[in-house]
C-alpha cells in the first residue's frame, strides 16, 4: 500500500524526530507535530507494560491530551478481560480499528461507558511486544478522523509504531535508569525475595523457602521496599518486572 508523496513526506519527517526523542515533552511534540498529520485524533495514551496472567501492569505511560480523571485509571493494574479491544490486539498482534458507536457489540460494558464519557469516538490500537510476549509498548488513538479508511490507517499504524515503541523507551529512560540504579545495592536475600515476588509467592511461600518465620519475611519485605522506594508488594512487582531492570539471580554474586 503506497503513499502519497505529501503522506510520505510527512513519514519521513516523524521516522527522523522519532529517533530524537529524550523525554515526556519531546515524546508529546512527536505525536503533536509528526504522528497526528498521518494518524489525525483528538488524544492519545501510549503506554509500557508488563502482562501478567490476566492484568496488564502499566510502568510508564505518557498521554497527549488525555483527560486527567481517565488518565487515573491507568495507573492501576488492566484487567484484560474488562478490556476487549486490548485483549483482541493481545491474541491478533494486528491494529485494532474501532468505532465506539458501530463496533460497541465489540466492547465490554465498561469500555462503552468510559468511551461514552470520554467521547472516544473512533479508535485505533497497536503496539509492539518484546520477544517473550509479556512486555511491550502499547498505543491507544482516540477520536481519530474518519479518512484515513480502516486499512490505510491499520497500515499506517504498522510501519509507524516500531519507531513510536523506540521513542517511548527513549522518552522514559531516565525512570527506566532510576529504576535500575535502585537495584545495585540490594543484598542477596533482598535479590531472591524480589524475584519472588514477581513469581507471585506469597509471604508463606517465601517463609517455607527460606526456613523463617512469616513475621522475618514481613519484616524483610519492609526493608525492601523502603530500600527501593516503593510502598506496596504491587509497586516492587513493578519495579523487578520493568524490561528494562535486569534484577541479577540470587546464585550470580
Known amino acids: 500500500?503506497?503513499?502519497?508523496?505529501?503522506h510520505a513526506l510527512c513519514f519521513?519527517?516523524?521516522?527522523?524526530?522519532?529517533?530524537?526523542?529524550?523525554?515526556?515533552?519531546?515524546?508529546?511534540?512527536l505525536v503533536l507535530d509528526h504522528v497526528t498529520p498521518l494518524v489525525p485524533h483528538g488524544f492519545m495514551l501510549a503506554v509500557i507494560g508488563q502482562?501478567?496472567?490476566?492484568?496488564?501492569?502499566?510502568?510508564?505511560?505518557?498521554?497527549v491530551n488525555y483527560p486527567d480523571w481517565a488518565l487515573a485509571q491507568v495507573t492501576q493494574p488492566i484487567n484484560i478481560r474488562e478490556r476487549p479491544l486490548l485483549q483482541r490486539w493481545l491474541h491478533t498482534r494486528s491494529p485494532v480499528i474501532a468505532c465506539t458507536v458501530r463496533d460497541r457489540h465489540l466492547m465490554?460494558?465498561?469500555?462503552?461507558?468510559?468511551?461514552?464519557?470520554?467521547?472516544?469516538?473512533?479508535?485505533a490500537l497497536h503496539g509492539l511486544p518484546d520477544l517473550t510476549s509479556r512486555m511491550g509498548s502499547y498505543f491507544s488513538f482516540a477520536n481519530v478522523a474518519i479518512e484515513p479508511d480502516?486499512?490505510?490507517?491499520?497500515?499506517?499504524?504498522?510501519i509507524m509504531t516500531p519507531l513510536l515503541h523506540v521513542a517511548l523507551f527513549q522518552a522514559t529512560r531516565s525512570d527506566i535508569d532510576l529504576n535500575h540504579n535502585k537495584t545495585q545495592n540490594l543484598t542477596f536475600i533482598e535479590r531472591e525475595l524480589l524475584r519472588w515476588l514477581a513469581a507471585g509467592r506469597t509471604n508463606q511461600e517465601m517463609a517455607n523457602l527460606r526456613q523463617r518465620s512469616p513475621a522475618t519475611i514481613r519484616n524483610?519485605?519492609?526493608?525492601?521496599?523502603?530500600?527501593?522506594?516503593?510502598?506496596?508488594?504491587?509497586?516492587?512487582?513493578?519495579?523487578?518486572?520493568?524490561?528494562?531492570l535486569n534484577v541479577p539471580s540470587p546464585g550470580t554474586e
Not at 500500500?1 to 505529501?6: K, P, V
Not at 502482562?51 to 498521554?63: E, G, N, S
Not at 519485605?221 to 530500600?227: D, E, F, P, S, T
Open 150 to 158: 480502516r486499512d490505510l490507517l491499520a497500515h499506517r499504524l504498522r
Open 51 to 63: 502482562l501478567h496472567f490476566d492484568h496488564l501492569t502499566v510502568h510508564h505511560h505518557i498521554a
Open 108 to 123: 465490554s460494558e465498561r469500555e462503552i461507558v468510559e468511551s461514552t464519557l470520554i467521547g472516544m469516538g473512533r479508535l
Open 220 to 244: 524483610q519485605l519492609a526493608k525492601l521496599y523502603a530500600k527501593l522506594g516503593v510502598a506496596s508488594r504491587a509497586e516492587a512487582v513493578a519495579l523487578a518486572l520493568s524490561e528494562a
Open 12 to 29: 519521513s519527517n516523524f521516522a527522523e524526530a522519532a529517533v530524537g526523542v529524550t523525554d515526556n515533552v519531546s515524546f508529546q511534540s
Open 1 to 6: 500500500m503506497q503513499m502519497t508523496a505529501e
